[in-house]
């Protein structure tokens, strides 16, 4: 319940943070809502002898959209996301997934930065943002970079992130293509059993572009490229998605856990990439 | 240990606490602060008995660091009435037996208020949605719901009134 | 002075007595966060205590180095088994005839129990101090299973009890074996199922859980060295138990040493038994000097306190073809943890489990309960179960189920044909119970009617056959339950705890201006009893609810009880505070009778006042009774009036209900809906229905999430795997549906009052109406039995064992 002290800093600007990373090293973290790190800390499964508050910092603050291109901040929480109206019309697969995180109090905190830069297999943003073909905008030492959401995650609170980067904002094409976040779940506030995201192009009946990622299957996020790839071209009948729902469970790893053994999983995953699909085809 | 002066509004009051950065906020209030209204019922961040305003937030006073809480504006249950007298929320939860045992009280008060606050006019659905960050073991949710649909009805009907 | 006579509705309206849906006097205090829970109190000088808890199942400890803790600036102490031998209190008894370590002595049994208390300044550097304690452990073969801790070869878990072959319950059959208890007829039930023209054998497990209630154990202990008197506040259901208790353990007397219960954040059960944490915090303020207090943490709390149920039920039922049932044989394997610290009335080491026969008239029947030590947390006892009620029930009514199952007959039908009829009552059940009173025909078919039973199954065969064209993945459960509990203990002649007959008291006192105040014996966890016995008072005594109040919790102060569980406090309080009301107003007959200067007997009792027979207009209200009891001189009656009682109870009583859940589950993630959930409870006379209906919610949510998910599970090395809430299902407002409550009313013939308590039916019911539902879907594709939790996975195992998913 009592995490471990630790020196606490609060900078007014990005590259002050940096700063204090370079600083501290391995000692020193980040902090931004806090519904993921407080929690660890508290179990002191998580030791912090630096914690680097980044709630003063105001460049990492605000949704933008414009000419068609999504910017959002690291530091804006769930519950920005789910209220901006400029969000909901722009992607609305946002709205639909952050309402399936978590509750209402630790949505008022949690920001999209928290759930997409530490590499946690269970949140649900990371694997909708490889949906979306998200770019993360990392800044440290020698200034920013940006990095695909695909390329981001190398295992479980493993990512391309240097200790010394911060991620400071989100960046995405807005859509108005057919879009669904279907989530398994045990009770509001758990991690995903399974989750898929999904974005689909329709042209005249027929699927002219699918996007599709799972949460919680692996120790990373998965963006299967064959899942959408056996869409691409067809009219997404059960065959088609029988097609897509396959390839994507080729490309899954899960875990048993107290959520249920390996082939439950696989069953989990195979529905909710299935009614994704479906709902995105209604919406397309 | 190096303690730091922490500086929040607490229920319209300014307050300078000396505190450790670690310490929980749920413990600067409870404990430096005697506010004893908000509760501890996990360690995890599940139960929402610890619910607090914070910045115009529903906030668990058990995720938030002292040192983070430097400069915000903070309500508890206690500030959300005049003491002694039942604003409209704790009165409808008095009407329709919307507590038992009272735990889980303060913190489900505090959160309907903001809940009431984003939705004026909820439905039952959007009332069981925007409670479940709030455990309750004793009543079953039912009354509590009920509860807070009477209290959004007599705002409502008592807004009207005013205009 | 004679009050006006308003009509005879507006005074017993004001009265505000029984069958009135009173609003509740502690929502004042509660709804403005101003409670006073045990966690809330801060004394000048308060020291702070916490364990060190073992992070294996079964090891020994080698080695516990405190040097680094005790470096620490703010750290007081740190007490081992070794520190508090010397007073004999490194173990403890349990309620239930055994003993537990209250500090790991040699070795430790489960993953959580106590190793060290560390005493600080302030829970930070405790938490801290707690970290730098070095424990060397070795590590030791683990039992999990309760059926593998009975093989010849299994690892002895007490070796404090070696060489013991027999212990508080009898005679032991094996080192980790604890008890058998017997009851029933096994020879006449053996030779029946033998000659059965049916018999329907199941295994049924009632999995382990935890009562959780949303605040944590605590105690706050305060030695004043001065007056040599030792203070305790705690979560404790059972007050006065723990102040004889702790004067046992401690020599101290009990006149020195007062229990206070505060306001409890919900007991469920969980508060009952003394825990560790109390008697270190006690030892504590007496070596210090100053108060101590210990408040677990929600890990702790899951890993370490009393869990519920985790009893395997082997049973057998026999019936005529015709569906008569003819013998019940149940055999139950009962996993203890390490230590038997069930709270059970003494001479019921498995609880009252032989109600196992539940409403149906079954004529012999045999019940044996072999208690099994285990790698585990101990207890058993808690969670609104009623001392092994809920097991009993979940038993019979999923053997109903079986059964109906191997006769090819409709669930419903079954039970009707086999209830206890009315007319059998009172009914003695083939175990011994006498059942009070019961008409279970008329709230069956209330049941079965208002959910509209025989549409439904219609309903659910069309689902069957459209699921078999493959035009749904979804099917229909409708779960049945008619639960018979058994509560009130009990009769001080068989029901006692720790040798405490489980009487239970009420104290009344009359102020001169006409309102009163009441202690007992009892202690609210959130039931409301400051609310409801004032309304038990109001309606014997005349003075309305308003203008009473209840006191509860300071053993100080209120006559000696056994406390709040088992739904004992209308059955044994209630009734104490009816005839103790009954006292007062006999008292009162007597001082009307001076001031109206007529005979006793010339007075009948009119509402809230005695009035002259056959002349109205001459009469006392209570108001003007009070007055005159101080400040007239009556010849033979002393001034003042008040009265105490101490009930013993002449039986249990016996609530019962009729459930019925309706719930549709999606066969391909196992996840479910409830469509409906009715539910009829008669507990006798109904004292505050909103409050009883807020009763039935909350046991029915508590049950929700035993059957659909929450469980403490353990791997084969005895981790806990559900340690926090994020695994430990509890339901959140999403997840719950919304109840319909019904009633019937039977009074119990023994009850002064005719109430018997409502606040476990829930729970008893509950789970087996949940279970049932989900059993019952399956049913047409050959399901008989699947254990709980049912949650998404074990509910997707069902159907996929079944072979209904194709490969989609």
């Known amino acids: 319940m009592i995490p471990a002290a630790f020196d606490y800093h609060r900078p007014q600007g990005i590259e002050d943070a940096v700063a204090i990373l370079q600083a501290h090293g391995d000692d020193a973290r980040v902090i ?96 909708l943002m490889q949906c979306l073909d998200a770019t993360f905008t990392l800044f440290g030492p020698d200034g920013a970079r940006g990095v695909k959401a695909r390329d981001f995650y190398e295992g479980a609170y493993m990512t391309e992130r240097d200790d010394e980067e911060i991620m400071t904002a989100i960046h995405f094409d807005a859509s108005t293509a057919g879009y669904a976040y279907e989530k398994q779940k045990r009770k509001i506030g758990d991690y995903a059993t399974a989750a898929a995201a999904v974005m689909l192009t329709k042209d005249g009946g027929t699927c002219t572009s699918a996007s599709i990622a799972l949460t919680n299957l692996s120790d990373t996020p998965i963006w299967s490229q064959t899942a959408g790839a056996a869409l691409v071209g067809t009219d997404c009948s059960p065959a088609a998605i029988k097609a897509a729902v396959a390839a994507g469970l080729d490309d899954i790893d899960p875990s048993e856990d107290n959520r249920g053994p390996v082939a439950f999983k696989y069953h989990a995953a195979r529905m909710m990439i299935s009614r994704a699909i479906s709902s995105a085809w209604a919406r397309a | 240990m190096t303690k730091m002066k922490v500086n929040l509004t607490v229920n319209g009051q300014a ?48 995720t938030v660091f002292a040192a983070q809480a ?42 309907a208020h903001r809940l009431l606050q984003e939705n004026p006019t909820p439905t039952e659905e959007d009332v069981r949605f925007g409670m479940a960050g709030n455990l309750c073991r004793c009543t079953g949710y039912q009354n509590i719901v009920k509860s807070i649909m009477a209290a959004a009805t007599e705002l409502n009907s008592a807004k009207e009134a005013a205009e | 002075m004679n009050d006006l006579s308003p009509d005879r509705a507006e005074r017993s309206a004001k009265l505000k007595g029984l069958g009135h849906s009173r609003k509740r006097v502690e929502d004042q ?23 060190v808890r073992s992070p294996y199942a079964h090891a020994r400890v080698k080695s516990i180095n405190t040097d680094k803790a005790m470096a620490l600036p703010g750290v007081i102490a740190v007490l081992t088994a070794k520190d508090l031998e010397p007073l004999s209190l490194h173990w403890m008894p349990t309620l239930a005839g055994d003993k537990q370590m209250v500090l790991a002595d040699g070795k430790v049994l489960f993953q959580g129990q106590e190793v060290a208390f560390v005493i600080a300044e302030d829970r930070y550097i405790n938490a801290d101090a707690i970290e730098l304690v070095e424990v060397e452990y070795e590590e030791l073969p683990v039992i999990t299973d309760p059926f593998k801790a009975l093989e010849p070869d299994a690892v002895v878990l007490r070796e404090d009890l070696a060489g013991q072959t027999s212990g508080a319950h009898g005679e032991r059959k094996h080192h980790n074996h604890i008890f058998l208890w017997e009851a029933g007829d096994k020879a006449a039930t053996e030779q029946v199922i033998d000659t059965a023209d049916v018999v329907a054998e199941e295994m049924v497990y009632y999995h382990r859980t935890h009562p959780c209630p949303l605040e944590t154990c605590g105690t706050v202990a305060s030695m004043d060295k001065v007056t040599g008197k030792l203070t305790v506040w705690g979560t404790f259901q059972a007050p006065h138990v723990v102040r004889t208790v702790a004067s046992l353990l401690s020599g101290i007397e009990e006149h020195n040493i007062r229990v206070v219960s505060p306001d409890i954040g919900g007991g469920f059960g969980n508060k009952v038994g003394v825990y560790p944490g109390y008697v270190c915090a006690i030892v504590a303020t007496i070596v210090t000097g100053k108060p101590v207090k210990w ?101 019979i009514e999923r053997m109903l189920e079986v059964l109906a199952i191997e006769l090819n007959m409709d669930a419903a039908e079954l039970r ?9 009552f009172p009914y003695t059940s083939a175990m011994g119970w006498e059942y009070d009173s019961g008409d279970y025909h008329t709230a069956w078919d209330k049941a079965l009617k208002a959910v509209g039973y025989d549409a439904l199954r219609v309903e659910q065969a069309e689902r069957v056959e459209a699921f078999k ?111 103790a009301g009954r006292k007062i107003r006999a008292k009162a007959q007597m001082i009307a009778a001076y001031l109206l200067e007529v005979h006793d007997g010339d007075l009948e009792w009119d509402i809230d006042r005695f009035v002259v027979k056959g002349a109205p207009e001459q009469f006392k209200t209570m108001t003007e009774i009070a007055y005159a009891a101080y400040n007239q001189a009556i010849p033979g009656v002393e001034p003042g009036l008040e009265a105490v009682s101490y009930y013993d109870p002449p039986n249990m009583t016996y609530p019962f209900g009729a459930y019925i859940c309706v719930m549709e589950i999606d066969v391909d993630t196992g996840t479910h809906e409830i469509r409906q959930f009715y539910a009829l409870d008669d507990c006798g006379t109904r004292i505050n229905p909103m409050v009883i209906e807020g009763q039935v919610h909350g046991g029915l949510t508590e049950a929700l999430a035993i059957a659909m998910g929450q469980e403490i599970a353990y791997d084969e090395i005895g981790n806990v795997k559900t340690g926090t809430l994020m695994d430990f299902f509890i339901p959140t407002a999403w997840e719950t549906p919304t109840y319909t409550t019904d009633f019937t009313e039977t009074p119990s013939p023994h009850h002064p009052i005719g109430a018997k308590g409502v606040g476990e039916s829930p729970n008893v019911g509950g789970v087996p109406a949940f279970s049932n539902a989900v059993h019952d879907a399956f049913r047409p594709f050959g399901l008989r039995q699947a254990h709980m939790p049912h949650d998404h996975w074990r509910i997707w195992k069902i159907g996929n064992d079944l072979g209904l998913h194709d490969d989609v």
């Open chain 3, 416 to 424: 009707a044909k086999n209830f206890i009829r009315k007319e059998q």
């Open chain 3, 469 to 579: 064209r493959g035009e749904t993945r979804k099917l229909i459960g409708i779960g049945l339950t008619h639960f018979t509990e058994i509560v009130g203990a009990g009769p001080v002649k068989n029901c006692d705890i720790l040798g405490m007959g489980m009487f239970d008291s009420c104290e009344i006192r009359i102020h001169p201006t006409g309102s009163a105040i009441a202690r007992l014996g009892t202690i609210s966890q959130g039931q409301g009893h400051a609310t409801t016995f004032a309304q038990i008072m109001a309606s014997e005594i005349g003075i309305s609810a308003d203008s009473i109040t209840i006191e509860e919790g300071d053993t100080d102060t209120a006559p000696y009880g056994l406390g709040t569980y088992g739904s004992r406090s209308t059955p044994v309080a209630g009734a104490a505070t009816a005839m």
């Open chain 3, 295 to 395: 408040i677990e943490d929600r890990m702790d709390n899951l890993m370490a306190t009393a869990f519920a149920r985790d009893y395997w039920m082997k049973g057998k039922i026999a019936a005529t073809k015709d569906g008569k049932i003819t013998g019940l044989h149940c055999e139950v394997t009962a996993d203890h943890g390490a230590f038997d610290a069930c709270a059970d009335p003494t001479k019921f080491p498995a609880g009252f489990m032989n109600i196992c026969t539940g409403s149906y008239d079954i004529p012999v029947a045999y019940l044996g309960v072999d208690g099994v030590y285990t790698n585990k947390a101990p207890g058993g006892v808690a969670y609104r179960c009623s001392f092994r009620v809920t097991e009993a029930a979940y038993f």
């Open chain 3, 29 to 51: 205090r509660f709804t403005q966060g101003r409670g006073n829970y045990i966690d809330d109190m801060k004394m000048p000088d308060m020291l702070f205590g916490d364990f």
């Open chain 2, 70 to 111: 430097q400069g915000a504006d903070i309500t508890t249950i206690e500030g959300l009435s005049e003491p002694g007298t039942l604003n409209v929320l704790q009165e409808s939860f008095r009407e329709h037996h919307g507590l038992q045992c009272g735990y889980c009280t303060p913190g489900m008060i505090t959160r």
């Open chain 1, 32 to 127: 931004a809502g806090g519904h993921s790190l407080i929690p660890m800390m508290k179990l002191r499964m998580a030791e912090v002898p630096n914690l680097v508050d980044l709630q003063d910092i105001e460049s990492l603050k605000g949704i933008t959209v414009q000419n068609g291109r999504v910017s959002i901040g690291a530091m804006v929480t769930q519950h920005e996301l789910i209220t901006d109206q400029a969000l909901a019309v722009a992607a609305p697969i946002m709205r639909e997934a952050a309402l399936q995180i978590a509750d209402p109090q630790v949505r008022y905190m949690g920001t999209i930065g928290g759930n997409v830069a530490n590499g946690d297999p269970g949140n649900d943003m990371p694997g």
């Open chain 2, 15 to 62: 307050h300078e606490v000396e505190a450790e950065p670690r310490q929980l906020l749920i413990h600067l209030l409870r404990e430096d602060l005697n506010l004893t209204g908000p509760h501890i019922g996990c360690e995890t961040s599940h139960c929402g008995a610890c619910t607090i305003e914070m910045d115009g937030k529903s906030v668990k006073a058990c």
